[in-house]
């Protein structure tokens, strides 16, 4: 995950809740191997990480399943970012 930003795949997310342009931008990706389930997210800001986040999930999860995880990790990030100002 550390170093993949791709440039056609990212949410834009204003943290002060105003709109216009985005302070932070961040990624998201769910995978699943034959062995593995993962959801991993990352926050940058400026060009550079200021957040990573990875969980690792049960092998019965779906590959859905891991994507919606990372939007859940997000989210959980923007509301806990949200409190602090």
């Known amino acids: 995950m550390r170093g ?10 204003e ?5 216009g342009r985005a302070e932070v931008c961040m ?6 191997t034959e062995h593995h389930v ?3 997210m990352i926050a940058v800001k400026n060009f ?3 957040y990573i ?5 049960n092998i019965a999860c779906t590959i859905f399943q891991a994507k919606l ?4 990790m997000a989210m959980d990030w923007i509301r806990k ?3 602090k100002f």
């Open 27 to 32: 990624y998201t990706d769910g995978s699943k």
């Open 69 to 72: 995880q990372c939007i859940c």
């Open 81 to 83: 970012q949200r409190i």
């Open 53 to 57: 986040g990875t969980q690792r999930l």
């Open 4 to 13: 993949a930003h791709p440039i056609v795949s990212y949410i834009q997310v």
């Open 15 to 19: 943290l002060t809740g105003t709109e």
């Open 38 to 40: 993962g959801a991993g």
């Open 48 to 50: 550079r990480e200021i």
